[in-house]
């Protein structure tokens, strides 16, 4: 921790290269869901540590910018960046990928609604509207993960919802989202995205704010 300038700076470079390994040795074949829970699990104790040095870095920085964070409205969204909903979907428990996605987004001032694990359709279309997000992030490690992921986004568009859907968790790819989710719900307006790591989600979800039209249509080729 003090090699590094910040603490989100050990979360986004040593922490996510260490999990990036094991997400490539997975991929491969060469690692098993046992191994990669476990390595989730230190990850996520990690954070846990890093977390208190987080929050004092945000709380000096307001200070720094001639706030006062002791009366700060938590409702008061007009401060964030943008407002990302992260869910677990039904069926799977695993959330230390969403947790530290949420850590990541929150870090770079976006407001992070999490609404936990084993999320059903309808909760997740529910919460979307209630917060009025601008992204929804979708999470599962378990194979039939996949297949809610799926459902979810034909739910999505039959609730005529817009908001861009990002894909992630160590089953998913960019290849099954290409292939299976994205052609239920993908458009210029509101595409859907696998996103690899935590890392690369802040670029992500910014592109998606600022409507980067480049970047939606870079993805529309890829896919």
Aim: hydrophobic residues 40%; charged residues 25%; negative net charge.
């Amino acid at each position: 921790r003090k090699q590094l300038p910040t603490p989100l700076a050990v979360i986004e470079g040593p922490l996510m290269a260490g999990m990036n390994v094991v997400g490539d040795l997975f991929g491969a074949g060469k690692m098993f869901l046992p191994q990669v829970i476990k390595s989730a699990r230190v990850m996520k104790k990690a954070v846990a540590y890093l977390m208190p040095f987080m929050e004092e870095e945000k709380r000096q920085k307001m200070i720094a910018d001639g706030k006062d964070p002791d009366k700060v409205d938590p409702d008061d969204e007009s401060m964030y960046a943008g407002k990302v909903l992260m869910a677990t979907v039904k069926g799977d428990v695993h959330d230390i990928g969403k947790n530290i996605v949420a850590v990541v987004l929150g870090c770079n001032n976006f407001k992070v609604y999490d609404i936990g694990v084993m999320c059903s359709c309808e909760s997740i279309i529910e919460a979307t509207k209630k917060y009025n997000v601008d992204v929804v992030g979708l999470s599962g490690l378990i194979t039939p993960s996949l297949d809610e992921m799926i459902f979810v986004a034909k739910e999505f568009e039959k609730a005529g919802l817009t908001q861009p859907i990002l894909i992630g968790g160590a089953t998913t790819s960019k290849m099954h989202t290409a292939v299976k989710i994205s052609p239920q719900y993908f458009t210029p307006e509101h595409p859907v995205i696998h996103v690899l790591d935590a890392s690369r989600s802040v670029g992500v979800v910014s592109s998606l704010i600022s409507k980067d039209e480049d970047y939606v249509q870079e993805i529309m080729e890829e896919y």
